[in-house]
């Protein structure tokens, strides 16, 4: 984590902040998100350097989150980083958002947590704690005309064996990607748009393969962005480079492709 810097779900303290409650708005902007870490004892140029947080310190943090309301649980530990102590806080996406501290909304976007200041901030998260499903928003910045991207589209269409003179707001009410409003929701974004890991840093598949079965050297490490349908093909593709497998030719019929592990597994 420290070595992939802060984002969406990592958050960095040098050391306890002289105002406490500096961290208990981050936990409240994890637990308004998908949750994340508060890692204490890394600096600003991802270096760990260790924290020592003595019993009143402690105290201090977990009374500071034991403030946020509704009451929200979060493990508290060090781990130990060749002999430096690295303070972990742990914050789950919370169940019952929204969560505020010190009367305030806070919530992860990007690497920072942002206070929810207007009143249609308010509303669009108060309607997405609504249970309203996230890829159902509306996702104000998408422009049909500039941000779709083109190739992606393409093959859409073409899979779906529709015309390309069925203007794109039509397929899009088609396919229940606008609000009634007429507004882009967040699917359409997502599987449509270039590039949406823009705005959606978190829409992405991360594939890794490690040495051994301890999870610890990382070999190969590859993000895919992009709309999700082109994700899918890629993470397929880089599964399957990563796979052994075997051909068994029968007399004159086609080759039989025995994977060592079923591609379908992933699929």
Sequence with gaps: MVKGGEGY???FKRSVPSKVKEISDEVVGFANASGGYVLIGVDNENQIVGAEIDNNKRSAIQDTIGEISPALKCDFYPVDVEGKNVWV???????????????????REGANCQKLRSAEEMRAFFAECAKIFYDAIPCKWFDINEDIDPRN??????KA???NTLPIKQLFDNLELNTDTGIPK??????????PERKFPHAIIRCLRFKGLDK?????????GGPLYQQYLDALSWIESKLEVE???????????IWEIPLDVFK
């Design 89 to 107: 806080i742990d914050v789950p996406s919370g169940k019952d958002k929204p969560y505020i501290s010190g009367g305030i909304i806070y919530v």
């Design 186 to 195: 967040n699917a359409a974004a997502l599987f449509f748009g270039r590039e």
């Design 153 to 158: 589209f393409k093959e859409f269409m073409e």
């Design 247 to 257: 051909y068994i030719i029968k007399g004159t019929g086609p080759r039989q492709e």
């Design 9 to 11: 779900n990592v958050d």
């Design 161 to 163: 064996h529709l015309s």
């Design 216 to 224: 610890v050297h990382i070999i190969d490490d590859k993000t895919f």
